[in-house]
């Protein structure tokens, strides 16, 4: 098995990669980059590993619709975060912390 360096959230990962699976994993890591980058920037959460489970279900919850929406109608890659989007990272957040138990909220 191949291994491919990869950087997320200004973190260098070294990952097992099957063979001729490179290019796919370089995409799906820069997704999940893009997706991390977002949500930090959106300055609601400062801890990576909320971030990186925010980016996941983010990422899982819009995998179907992804698919089935035209690349046009998408927004652009390192866009502003619509309203939408902040509640929905709001919300996110909150089941989160429920699920966690966790009473030092970043909301």
Same mark, same amino acid.
């Given at each position: /098995? %191949? $291994?491919?360096?990869?950087? !997320? /959230? @200004?973190?260098?990962? &070294?990952? *097992? =990669?099957?063979? @001729?699976?490179?290019?796919?994993?370089?995409? #799906?890591? @820069?997704?999940?980059?893009?997706? /991390? =980058? %977002? !949500?930090?920037?959106? @300055?609601? #959460?400062?801890?990576? +590993?909320?971030?990186? #489970?925010?980016?996941?279900?983010?990422?899982?919850? +819009?995998?179907?619709? #992804?698919?089935?929406?035209?690349?046009?109608?998408?927004?652009?890659? *390192?866009?502003?975060?619509?309203? +939408?989007?902040?509640? %929905? !990272?709001? $919300? &996110?957040? %909150?089941? &989160?912390?429920?699920?966690?138990?966790?009473?030092? $909220?970043? !909301?």
């Amino acid at each position: /098995m %191949k $291994q491919l360096e990869v950087q !997320i /959230m @200004g973190q260098s990962y &070294l990952l *097992g =990669c099957p063979e @001729g699976g490179e290019a796919r994993l370089l995409n #799906v890591a @820069g997704r999940v980059d893009q997706a /991390m =980058c %977002k !949500i930090r920037e959106a @300055g609601k #959460v400062r801890a990576r +590993d909320r971030i990186a #489970v925010l980016a996941a279900l983010n990422l899982a919850f +819009d995998t179907p619709e #992804v698919a089935a929406t035209p690349t046009a109608s998408r927004p652009a890659s *390192g866009a502003a975060l619509q309203p +939408d989007e902040n509640a %929905k !990272i709001n $919300q &996110l957040i %909150k089941r &989160l912390d429920d699920a966690l138990g966790r009473d030092d $909220q970043l !909301i």
